[in-house]
């Protein structure tokens, strides 16, 4: 079957999604969206998309496609995946990260719920050929029971941790979480739309008692000399036996006392990555079958995000199920003596 894609915003993220398109055989954009006209031209013109818009609705009735991806920024996020689907969009893929605070993460939690759209959220390093085999071999028990996960990020939270609190769900098997106990501390407002603590660092159990470790900011491990801060991105996992590492460089893993590690091109590997969460998105709708990263997912995830706020907050550990408070990221941002005004009104 063939698929019909449109792509609402034009900016630089965009490009990460629109250029694996080549290498998908049952996708073809047919249309692009953008508020800014020039954008959203040259952007068609980049890609070969055939028509360009400058409203959304417009662009989703005329072209009716099947799946929209939304490069947009975070405060804005609710509002459009709403419209997307209260259009009936089949299938949506959504930058990360899915929210900023409380408030989004409930509606989303409702949207989830009441929607028949396939809500993908784009942590499309779940998706990367070495993620999928050490993935592959937590499963087979290659390294026996799993009992600890480390995972970092140099960026904060909210820029870039997000993605790798994503790893350690996969290489723990989407376990559920018993308590956060975090200690985070600043605020930037990445960009002007991604408000997130400076440096962050969480110790999160899980039910089966295992334990993941997830910090984000200055003083993480660096990965790699002479890169950029959203190089130094990593996770790994130990078992019983042995221990698997993806970093954005290179692997190492250690199994039955053998010792292995290689290299990789992060532009090349994250392209592949980027093709294997649409065939994803593809195969759940032609079978049902969600994909790992799918909206109720990642808002499982951003709920450990927002524990950690808490935890900082009321300086405690916090137990799951969990509740959050509707105005907790401004309890946060009081907390640290910050200020911040979401440019959206949200």
Not at 2 to 27: D, M, Q, T, W
Not at 84 to 110: N, S, T
Not at 257 to 263: A, C, Q, R
Request: proline share 5%; with cysteine; charged share 20%.
């Amino acid at each position: 079957m063939s698929y019909k894609v449109a792509f609402l915003g034009c900016g630089g993220r965009a490009n990460g999604h629109a250029r694996v398109y080549p290498e998908i055989a049952n996708g073809t954009p047919v249309a692009c969206c953008d508020l800014v006209e020039e954008k959203a031209c040259d952007f068609a013109e980049k890609y070969g998309i055939p028509r360009h818009y400058l409203d959304l609705d417009e662009m989703i009735e005329k072209e009716q496609p099947d799946v929209v991806h939304m490069s947009m920024p975070p405060t804005i996020r609710y509002s459009l995946m709403k419209r997307l689907a209260d259009h009936g969009v089949p299938a949506v893929v959504v930058e990360k990260p899915i929210a900023i605070g409380a408030h989004d993460y409930k509606k989303l939690r409702q949207l989830e719920a009441a929607s028949a759209t396939k809500f993908t959220v784009n942590h499309q390093l779940r998706y990367h050929e070495k993620t999928l085999e050490f993935v592959d071999r937590v499963r087979q028990g290659q390294i026996g029971k799993v009992r600890c996960l480390d995972a970092s990020a140099k960026l904060p939270m909210n820029g870039q941790g997000v993605h790798v609190l994503d790893l350690m769900f996969a290489y723990a098997g989407y376990t559920e979480i018993r308590s956060v106990h975090a200690a985070c501390s600043g605020f930037d407002d990445i960009n002007g739309t991604h408000p997130s603590p400076n440096t962050a660092s969480a110790l999160i159990t899980f039910v089966d008692e295992k334990r993941g470790v997830l910090q984000s900011g200055e003083g993480v491990p660096e990965t790699a000399q002479g890169v950029g801060r959203h190089m130094h991105k990593r996770c790994a996992v130990y078992g019983e036996t042995g221990f698997l590492h993806w970093k954005m460089n290179g692997w190492e893993m250690g199994i039955n006392g053998n010792y292995s590690s290689g290299e990789h091109e992060y532009g090349v590997v994250d392209n592949v990555g980027q093709a294997n969460l649409v065939r994803a998105v593809f195969h759940w709708l032609e079978t049902g079958e969600p994909t790992p990263t799918d909206l109720a997912t990642a808002l499982d995830e951003w709920l450990v995000i927002l524990a950690c706020y808490a935890s900082t907050v009321e300086q405690a550990p916090i137990t799951f199920p969990y509740d959050p408070p509707e105005d907790l990221l401004q309890q946060y941002i009081t907390f640290v003596g910050a200020q911040w005004t979401d440019p959206h009104g949200g």
